[in-house]
């Protein structure tokens, strides 16, 4: 299931930038999220993995806190992506006249930035919150 994921969504990157008709806005943040998508599926499942065939089940400290961050990361931005999108399709609908001025590209790489900036630091809010809690620390989970 975790090859069929990554592999879905390289397809509709690779989809999306070998067609030129596909060069818009919907579809580059749609490409977008689907990279989120590979790196969110890819900060769990391949521990989880690992941790099958070894037949373990602990996670250091500093590692549940880096995967817990790259979730957090990932899970964020295809949050705010998908709350972007939703914004595109609001103005393609509500203003088609104006879209292609509202939604210029400059706009777009913005708001990918933009999610990506807030992702970073929501996760490393969280982060600040886990590390107040000192009974987990030297601790293997």
């Not at 400059?106 to 933009?114: D, S, Y």
């Not at 490393?124 to 107040?132: A, E, K, P, S, V």
Request: hydrophobic share 55%.
């Amino acid at each position: 299931m975790y090859l069929i994921t990554v592999l879905g969504n390289l397809l509709i990157i690779l989809a999306v930038n070998a067609d030129s008709h596909l060069h818009t806005p919907m579809y580059f943040f749609l490409s977008n999220l689907s990279l989120a998508d590979i790196c969110f599926i890819s900060t769990t499942v391949p521990k989880m993995i690992v941790d099958i065939l070894t037949h373990s089940r602990a996670i250091s400290y500093v590692g549940c806190l880096t995967q817990m961050s790259f979730l957090i990361i990932f899970g964020s931005m295809d949050d705010l992506l998908l709350t972007v999108m939703a914004y595109d399709r609001y103005v393609a609908i509500c203003h088609p006249l104006h879209y292609p001025v509202i939604m210029n590209p400059h706009l777009c790489v913005f708001f990918v930035f933009v999610s990506l900036l807030l992702s970073l630091l929501d996760s490393q809010l969280h982060n600040l919150i886990i590390l107040q809690f000192a009974y987990f620390k030297n601790v293997d989970i």
